[in-house]
C-alpha cells in the first residue's frame, strides 16, 4: 500500500453521535404520520439514506414509508426536531485521541459531510474545539459538490482543499456503505466503521482496507504512521482491525 499522507473524514455516525437523532427524529415523524399503514423506519431503509446528501435521503423516506407529506414538509418537520437534538450529540469512542495524534504528526485532515452548512454548526456547536483540528471542512451543499455520496465528489473537492495528494495517498474514514463506495469510486483508501446493525446486514468488508467497530481500533502502523503512545511514552496497543490488506 502507498504510504497515508493525508486523511479524509466523513462526520454522522463516524466523528460524532448523530446518527441515531436521525432515528429518532424519523421514527417519530413516522408515528405522527405514516401511522396504521404499516411502515417502518427498518435499518435496510436507513442504510440506503446514510451519507446521501438531504434530498434524496428524504425522498427515500418519504417513498419506502409512504408519508403523505411533500419533500419540503418533511424537511421542515425534521429540522424542527433536530434543532433540540443535536447541539446535544457528543464525539464517538476513539475521535477525539485519533485526530489529536494525526494533528500532531502532521497529517493534513479534512471533513467531508453530506450534511448541510447549516446542520454541520448544529451539531458542532458544543463541540467546535474537537472541528478546528482539521485543516478544511466541506459539506454537502457546496457548489463544487454536484453529486452526493456514492459518488466520489464530495471526496475529491475535500482532497483538492488540502494539497490534492494523489488519490492514493489519501485515507477516508466512512461508517456508511454508500460513503465507502464513494471514497472507492474515489481512487481512495477506506476504513470502515459500521454500525453493528450495518455490519450484520453487509457480507465482507465492502472493499475497504480495514474494518474496525470503533475508531478506538485504529492502528497506524499498519498505515506505516507513527505508533500511539500513552502519556508516560509507552506503546498503546490499538487492538486488531477485522481486515487488512497488503
Not at 427524529?25 to 427498518?42: A, D, L, P, Y
Not at 464525539?91 to 452548512?117: C, F, N, Q
Not at 482491525?241 to 497488503?246: I, N
Request: glycine letters at 6%; hydrophobic letters at 35%; aromatic letters at 6%.
Amino acid at each position: 500500500m502507498p504510504k497515508i499522507t493525508h486523511c479524509i473524514f466523513d462526520m454522522d455516525g463516524l466523528l460524532l453521535d448523530t446518527e441515531r437523532v436521525y432515528t429518532e427524529v424519523t421514527q417519530e415523524i413516522v408515528r405522527t404520520h405514516g401511522s396504521g399503514n404499516g411502515k417502518e423506519f427498518t435499518w435496510d431503509i436507513k442504510m440506503r439514506c446514510m451519507g446521501r446528501t438531504m434530498q434524496d435521503s428524504t425522498n427515500i423516506i418519504i417513498t419506502e414509508l409512504q408519508l403523505p407529506l411533500t419533500p419540503e414538509q418533511y424537511i421542515a418537520e425534521k429540522k424542527r426536531l433536530e434543532e433540540e437534538k443535536f447541539p446535544l450529540v457528543k464525539p464517538l469512542p476513539g475521535v477525539e485521541k485519533l485526530l489529536r495524534y494525526l494533528k500532531d504528526h502532521g497529517i493534513p485532515m479534512v471533513v467531508a459531510t453530506s450534511s448541510h452548512k447549516e446542520n454541520f454548526l448544529l451539531k458542532t456547536s458544543r463541540n467546535q474545539e474537537l472541528f478546528q483540528l482539521f485543516d478544511h471542512i466541506i459539506c454537502g451543499d457546496d457548489p463544487r459538490v454536484k453529486h452526493g455520496k456514492p459518488a466520489p465528489d464530495i471526496f475529491i473537492e475535500a482532497a483538492k482543499l488540502i494539497g490534492n495528494p494523489a488519490p492514493e495517498n489519501c485515507l477516508v474514514f466512512e461508517d456508511s456503505v454508500n460513503g465507502v463506495e464513494a471514497g472507492l469510486a474515489a481512487g481512495m483508501h477506506v476504513c470502515w466503521v459500521p454500525d453493528p446493525n450495518v455490519r450484520s446486514r453487509v457480507d465482507g468488508d465492502s472493499g475497504a482496507v480495514a474494518v474496525y467497530s470503533s475508531l478506538e481500533e485504529f492502528d497506524p502502523e499498519v498505515f506505516e504512521l507513527p505508533v500511539f503512545k500513552l502519556e508516560n511514552g509507552e506503546i498503546h496497543d490499538e487492538g486488531d482491525v477485522e481486515k487488512v490488506l497488503s
